[in-house]
C-alpha cells in the first residue's frame, strides 16, 4: 500500500478515473514541458524546441491535463494554443517546400499532430501539381466536404 504523499507514475486514464475534485484521491504534477520555465522558452521561440524529443503528443497531452483542477490551467491553455499558432505557419510553409529542401530536421522536431499537417499540406501540393500537369482526370472534392454536403442534405431531407 501507498504512503499519503507517495508519488508514482500512471497512465493518463487511471489519474483520471481517481482523480475527484471532491476526495482528493490523486493530485497530479505537472510534466516540466507544461510547467512555468518550459512556457517561457515557448513564448519566447515555440519554434527552437524539440516537440517531438519533449513528448511526441504535446497539444494532446497538453489538452487533457486540462481535465485536472491545476491553477495554472490558464497559463498552460494559452501556451498549447500559442505555440500550435506560431509552428503552424513554418510546417505548412516547409510542407510546401518540401521538394526543394531536405525537411527531415524539421519533421524530427515535430509534434504527431505537426507531422500530420506537414504530410496533409504535402499531399495537397503533390495533389495539385499532378492536376496541374495534367496526371489527374478530375478535381474530386475532398471526403471532409462531401460528407458535410451529406449531412447538411440529410438534416433538411424531411
Not at 499519503?4 to 475527484?20: N, T, Y
Not at 490523486?26 to 516540466?32: I, T
Not at 510546401?96 to 504527431?112: C, K, W
Request: aromatic share 12%; hydrophobic share 35%; proline share 3%.
Amino acid at each position: 500500500s501507498f504512503m499519503q504523499g507517495s508519488k508514482l507514475e500512471i497512465p493518463l486514464w487511471l489519474a483520471k478515473g481517481l482523480h475527484d475534485s471532491k476526495r482528493r484521491i490523486v493530485s497530479v504534477e505537472l510534466p516540466k514541458i507544461y510547467k512555468e520555465a518550459w512556457r517561457t522558452v515557448f513564448s519566447a521561440d515555440a519554434n527552437v524546441v524539440d516537440l517531438h524529443k519533449m513528448g511526441p503528443y504535446y497539444y494532446g497531452f497538453g489538452s487533457q491535463l486540462l481535465n485536472f483542477d491545476n491553477p495554472e490551467n490558464p497559463e498552460i491553455a494559452q501556451t498549447i494554443l500559442q505555440t500550435f499558432i506560431s509552428r503552424f505557419r513554418r510546417i505548412m510553409d516547409s510542407s510546401q517546400n518540401a521538394y526543394n529542401e531536405d525537411t527531415s530536421a524539421l519533421v524530427a522536431r515535430l509534434d504527431e499532430l505537426e507531422r500530420a499537417l506537414f504530410r496533409a499540406g504535402q499531399r495537397g501540393l503533390n495533389d495539385f501539381q499532378c492536376w496541374e500537369k495534367g496526371q489527374a482526370s478530375q478535381i474530386t472534392a475532398s471526403s471532409l466536404v462531401q460528407n458535410y454536403g451529406k449531412r447538411k442534405f440529410t438534416d433538411t431531407d424531411g
